[in-house]
């Protein structure tokens, strides 16, 4: 029973290290991200898209209430997984940020600035008592200086910039299909379709075309917008997922 105890000493205090150098709050987190709904970002050579599989789970239930890619600025946008009350948390400081940085400079924020000052709030929540970390991963996507960027947070306030990746359930399964088929010289709708191929990979068969939600940042605008209904409709019933899982 001893070592059993000591166990459950680490796994509830998120300050105190375990003797293998892990802190199991943080890791718990992790894991309520992995049973978070999929979320994939795609950088591509005229812009970065964002897709995300808002799994309804009732019938009853409005899918427009239903947000899993959120706009922050006019430049930059947010596709969430895990925790959906976590991320709307962060999504409002993130906004806060923003306007500081308006403020303060009289410009729009980088995006790699914007996603260190949010990875440093996060790993604050790792390091003292009194709160637990935030369990949820965020994917940051948005124009700098003429160029896409796509940066993924996770609990512990880790930074990593991708030029395609997934977060949340199907992880695995997306990034094995990005790692196969994923390419530099992509456009965004060759970008979209794979992140299409790639959620139905995730989903194991069971990919709903109709709880797709797609934004996207155009290099030409460098402004993000969400796709209308009527548009994700052109590329999900052009794509097909047969032809899909056979190849």
Do not use: W
Request: proline share 3%; hydrophobic share 35%.
């Amino acid at each position: 029973m001893q070592p059993m105890q000591a166990q459950m000493g680490y796994d509830r205090a998120i300050t105190v290290f375990s003797p293998d150098g892990r802190l199991y709050q943080v890791e718990y987190a992790r894991e309520a991200v992995k049973r978070g709904t999929t979320a994939v970002g795609i950088k591509c050579k005229d812009g970065v898209v964002l897709i995300v599989d808002k799994r309804v789970s009732s019938r009853l239930l409005e899918q427009t209430s239903i947000e899993k890619i959120f706009k922050i600025d006019g430049h930059v946008a947010v596709a969430s997984s895990g925790l959906v009350g976590d991320a709307r948390a962060l999504v409002d400081r993130a906004r806060v940020e923003c306007q500081v940085n308006r403020v303060s400079y009289n410009e729009s924020i980088d995006i790699e600035t914007l996603s260190k000052k949010l990875c440093d709030h996060m790993q604050t929540y790792t390091q003292f008592g009194g709160a637990r970390p935030y369990g949820t991963a965020l994917l940051i996507a948005g124009v700098s200086d003429g160029a896409p960027r796509l940066f993924e947070t996770d609990p512990s306030g880790t930074l990593l910039e991708y030029k395609a990746t997934g977060i949340g359930t199907g992880r695995p399964a997306v990034m094995k299909v990005f790692d196969e088929k994923y390419s530099d010289d992509m456009d965004c709708a060759t970008s979209i379709n794979l992140g299409l191929e790639a959620l139905y990979a995730a989903t194991e068969g069971k990919f709903d075309v109709d709880n797709v939600e797609i934004g996207i940042i155009p290099l030409e605008t460098g402004m993000f917008r969400k796709m209308t209904k009527s548009e994700v409709s052109e590329y999900t019933t052009t794509f097909e997922p047969e032809q899909a899982s056979e190849e």
